[in-house]
């Protein structure tokens, strides 16, 4: 059998029209992205393009409001900033995909740090378990960037729940989406300890014993039908609710 020479199936710029060898990139991860344009210098060029990282972008960030946060803007502050990363020398919608990609990492990095330093026995109380979600929405993070960094599974669960809860409350994303990604990541059947106590209620003139209630629950059927749990966090400790507090 004749050997095949290699070098005739190289991709090149004559193997296809570059709008067809946009299209085809346009469909990979990130990760093959970049691995594709490690090939070529040619792909390496047609993987930087502004259109495919344009697209990425507004995929992975869709709540951003890009007439403010674009490659012009993140171009003005390094201007501005000689202390940036490593990826502010990469241009266009790239170097804005790259370095909003690390900034969501480092904030995000301070939420889980957060979160540990609040739960030292891993039982949080609600109060700070609502400014992590809080600090979450105030990032714009993403859904994706919920599936990097906090559906990792060498974190704890409490970390896995904050996420969860940004999921279905701050970002609305459909239930079918949410279970996929929990059993992609492989921290479906995790477990937390959701507890809380309810003011007694007054019979008579007197007041009946508070009330304790406590739920153990898999993150899969939290997010699948566990509707009450979720409002006893998102409402945390008001009305006739004293305390609230979740553990593993």
């Known amino acids: ?53 344009e697209s990425l972008s507004r995929e992975r960030w869709p709540y951003l409001d890009f007439s403010k946060e674009s490659p012009l803007s993140m171009f003005k502050i390094r201007k501005n900033d000689q202390n940036m990363g490593p990826c502010s020398s990469v241009k266009g919608w790239r170097g804005f995909y790259l370095n909003r990609h690390n900034e969501m990492a480092r904030k995000t990095a301070a939420v889980i740090n957060f979160v540990e330093q609040c739960s030292p026995s891993k039982s949080l109380e609600v109060g700070d378990y609502k400014i992590a979600i809080r600090d979450l929405c105030s990032m714009q993070l993403g859904f994706k960037d919920v599936q990097m960094f906090l559906f990792k599974s060498n974190l704890n669960a409490l970390h896995n729940l904050v996420g969860l809860h940004y999921c279905i409350y701050s970002l609305g994303v459909p239930v079918e989406y949410v279970m996929e990604a929990l059993w992609s990541c492989q921290i479906s059947e995790r477990q937390v300890y959701v507890r809380w106590w309810k003011l007694g209620r007054w019979i008579y003139g007197f007041r009946m014993r508070d009330e304790s209630h406590t739920y153990k629950v898999s993150l899969r059927d939290l997010a699948a039908k566990e509707k009450t749990v979720f409002d006893v966090l998102q409402r945390g400790a008001i009305y006739e609710v004293l305390r609230v507090h979740v553990s593993v």
């Open 1 to 53: 059998m004749k050997s095949v020479n290699m070098q005739q199936w190289g991709w090149n710029q004559n193997s296809f029209p570059e709008d067809i060898s946009l299209k085809i990139a346009s469909f990979l991860q990130v990760s093959d992205l970049c691995a594709l344009g490690g090939c070529s210098w040619f792909l390496r060029e047609l993987c930087a393009s502004d259109c495919i990282w």
